[in-house]
Nanobody, 116 residues
Framework: QVQLVESGGGLVQPGGSLRLSCTAS????????MGWYRQAPGKQRELVAS????????NYADSVKDRFTIARDNAKNTVFLQMNSLKPEDTAVYYC?????????WGQGTQVTVSS
């Protein structure tokens, strides 16, 4: 059974940085295209960034382009999201999942709050 566990969130001031991690257990991580998603209060969950199985191809939502970087370590079954120049509008619960997402694989997410 696949389990995805996110970590690394927290409270940060505008302009600050955070690095999120998502570690997978079960399944064959190295063949999955992975995505980071976020859901802000009162809004739908949205795809923030994705990365191909090899890590060679990445894509970003326009709202985070040039500020966020997605990466992966297949040896550690982990995908990362480096978030720089954070803005209040980045406040959300962040999740990882396949891209496109597999409904049963959503984890608890990790809360990111950007506030002064």
């Amino acid at each position: 059974q696949v389990q995805l566990v996110e970590s690394g969130g927290g409270l940060v001031q505008p302009g600050g940085s955070l690095r999120l991690s998502c570690t997978a257990s079960g399944g064959i991580f190295r063949i999955w295209t992975m995505g980071w998603y976020r859901q802000a209060p009162g809004k739908q969950r949205e795809l923030v960034a994705s990365i191909s199985s090899s890590g060679m191809t990445t894509n970003y939502a326009d709202s985070v382009k040039d500020r966020f970087t997605i990466a992966r370590d297949n040896a550690k079954n982990t995908v990362f999201l480096q978030m720089n120049s954070l803005k209040p509008e980045d406040t959300a619960v962040y999740y990882c999942n396949h891209m496109p997402p597999t409904p049963n694989y959503w984890g608890q997410g990790t809360q990111v709050t950007v506030s002064s």
